[in-house]
């Protein structure tokens, strides 16, 4: 089955250090692979996406995400985190068979003053 | 939330009501999707529609249904047979094409009485 995993919850970063949003996928072929920010009560926002070339991908907001082959992985990074990153992030794929975007459950990063 | 509406913001449903849900976009979209958000769940796909005068059902579609007579338009009805309708609803627009971007509404929040 195609699927995108985010196997953590939640994260809790002090502010000014390196954050790190985990992300894995299975999909047969190609892979493409987003990320989105939602704010509490608002729709999501897109912030980056992978559909071939350079395995790092730089966003919105100072945020990159590196796709590994590999390990099926396509982590969200942001060197210093700041506040007002404190959200709830949603890593996607495309399934392959039929287009649609799959999403995974979402992890809540908060960054601690 | 980009050139997508949706309203209203809060909606409330009594027990044997239909009600919709309003979704326009002004980006030029040929594809529109409605997502269900409920907590720890992330998003899951109701219905969606490439192209006008034409939609497929997503994951989750029983109790619910849509129209597209517009290009600009794809709203929703949650119907009296969806028993447990109380979620977060997502409306989103892109080209039709796996890669593309989806740009998101705001968001209607459906509590039952």
């Known amino acids: 089955a195609q699927s995108v995993a985010q196997p953590e919850d939640q994260v809790n970063v002090a502010e000014g250090n390196p954050l790190t949003v985990k992300c894995t996928y299975s999909v047969s072929g190609n892979p493409y692979l987003f990320w989105y920010v939602q704010y509490p009560n608002r729709g999501l926002q897109f912030l980056l996406k992978y559909i071939t070339g350079d395995n790092l991908v730089k966003g919105s907001y100072g945020f990159e995400a590196e796709f590994n082959k590999s390990q099926t992985s396509f982590h969200l990074k942001k060197p210093s985190a700041l506040v007002s990153d404190s959200a709830l992030y949603f890593c996607a794929v495309r399934d392959t068979r039929d287009d649609k975007i799959i999403f995974g459950k979402g992890t809540r990063l908060h960054i601690l003053p | 939330d980009g050139g997508i509406t949706q309203s209203p913001k809060y909606l409330f449903r009594k027990e044997g009501q239909n009600v919709t849900l309003s979704c326009e976009q002004n980006l030029n979209h040929d594809a529109m999707y409605w997502y269900r958000q409920d907590p720890g769940q992330g998003l899951r796909l109701i219905y969606y529609?490439?192209?006008?005068?034409?939609?497929q059902k997503g994951d989750i579609a029983e109790g619910y249904s849509v129209s597209r007579e517009k290009k600009e338009s794809f709203p929703l009805t949650v119907t009296s047979a969806q028993k447990n309708p109380t979620a977060f609803y997502l409306c989103a627009s892109s080209q039709p094409s796996g890669w593309e971007t989806q740009y998101f509404g705001p968001g209607t929040r459906l509590l039952v009485l």
């Open positions: 529609s490439q192209i006008v005068n034409d939609f």
